[in-house]
């Protein structure tokens, strides 16, 4: 029986993992499509987490100001502005893990930027399906062609009917194939607009 020294136990070893490695299915590479638009870098792993409970004032993520006497809210909207989801997110939000919630009638202003490589706009629509804006002027400007990074723009518009829509970028696959999307509520109940993750 043949006795094998440690050295070359270790570097058996040292190929078996690597084999095994390389035999994996799994990829964390990001889209054919998207892969020169951005440095080649994983994204973390979203672990799933508790519902936090809803929150309001200026403190609330994208809620940058309200005024329940003029029913008006001002919301902070970033496109790409963390690596999750290769960049394809709202504030770090994506594929609908993040909820906007307005009371119904208030005027809502959207400050819009982009932080990423990739043309980006927004939408609110009634499903990614359908991205025609829900409301007159709920959409940023030329929404289907999106603005490059280092671009702001303003919209604003008036939540008149109560019900469940997203906040969605209108570029063409954006949404439904990247999962740039999230939640957006207009509450027939609510006294002050809120945001939940």
């Known amino acids: 029986m043949q006795v094998l020294r440690p ?8 190929v078996s993992l ?8 799994s990829s964390t590479a990001a889209p054919a499509h ?3 638009q951005h440095k080649k870098v994983a ?3 979203k672990t799933p987490a ?13 809620i940058a100001g309200q005024d329940p006497s003029t029913k008006t809210v001002t919301l902070s909207i970033v496109a790409g502005a963390t690596i999750d989801n290769f960049y394809y997110n709202f504030d ?3 594929q609908g893990n993040a909820t906007i919630t307005v009371p119904l009638g208030w ?3 959207v400050d819009f930027s982009n932080e990423s490589g990739s043309a980006h706009s927004v939408v609110i629509a009634p499903s990614i399906t359908s991205l025609t804006p829900a409301f007159p002027g709920a959409s940023s400007p030329d929404a289907s062609v999106g603005q490059q990074a280092g671009q702001t723009q303003t919209f604003q ?8 829509y997203i906040l969605a970028c209108g570029v063409p696959g954006q949404a439904s194939q990247d999962g740039m999307w999230i939640k957006f509520a207009v509450s027939s109940t609510a006294t002050q607009a809120s945001s939940q993750q």
């Open 92 to 94: 770090g939000y994506d």
């Open 107 to 109: 005027t809502v202003k």
């Open 7 to 14: 050295r070359t136990l270790i570097a058996l070893a040292g």
């Open 43 to 45: 994204a973390k792993p």
């Open 18 to 25: 690597l084999l095994a490695g390389c035999g994996s299915t």
């Open 157 to 164: 518009f008036v939540a008149q009917t109560a019900g469940n």
């Open 50 to 62: 508790a519902k936090s409970p809803a929150v309001t004032g200026a403190s609330a993520p994208f």
């Open 34 to 36: 998207h892969a020169t």
